[in-house]
């Protein structure tokens, strides 16, 4: 662990600015990315997201004919709709 040194032009400002130093090295977090970004929507639905369409509507996430819309872009190998993006990544749920 490397040890920062510190240098006070003012005396009185000193005892109490050392008690606030963290020795620690600074860490800066990016913000998380969109998980929509993460996945190539232009490629045709796969059997493992019509799957997670398949679980959504079981558990009523999704209505019958949005499935029923996943189904035939499926037999055409269509991108996944637009709307239902978020079903397959999970953020359904949170807010917008």
Same mark, same amino acid.
């Not at 662990?1 to 009185?12: L, V, Y």
């Not at 929507?41 to 059997?47: D, G, V």
């Given at each position: 662990?490397? =040890?920062?040194?510190? *240098?006070?032009?003012?005396?009185? %400002? !000193?005892?109490?600015? !050392?008690? =606030? @130093?963290?020795?620690?090295? %600074?860490?800066? @977090?990016?913000?998380?990315?969109?998980?929509?970004?993460? @996945?190539?929507? #232009?490629?045709? *639905? #796969?059997?493992?997201?019509? $799957?997670?369409? *398949?679980?959504?509507?079981? %558990?009523?996430?999704?209505?019958?004919?949005?499935?029923? =819309?996943? !189904? /035939?872009?499926?037999?055409?190998? +269509?991108?996944?709709? /637009?709307?239902?993006? +978020? @079903? *397959? %990544? $999970? #953020?359904?749920?949170?807010?917008?």
């Amino acid at each position: 662990m490397t =040890r920062r040194r510190i *240098i006070f032009h003012n005396k009185t %400002v !000193a005892p109490a600015a !050392a008690a =606030r @130093v963290s020795a620690l090295p %600074v860490m800066f @977090v990016k913000a998380a990315p969109d998980p929509l970004e993460a @996945v190539d929507w #232009t490629a045709s *639905i #796969t059997h493992a997201q019509l $799957g997670m369409l *398949i679980k959504a509507a079981h %558990v009523g996430d999704i209505d019958m004919s949005d499935l029923a =819309r996943a !189904a /035939e872009a499926s037999l055409r190998r +269509r991108p996944v709709p /637009e709307d239902l993006r +978020r @079903v *397959i %990544v $999970g #953020t359904h749920l949170d807010p917008l």
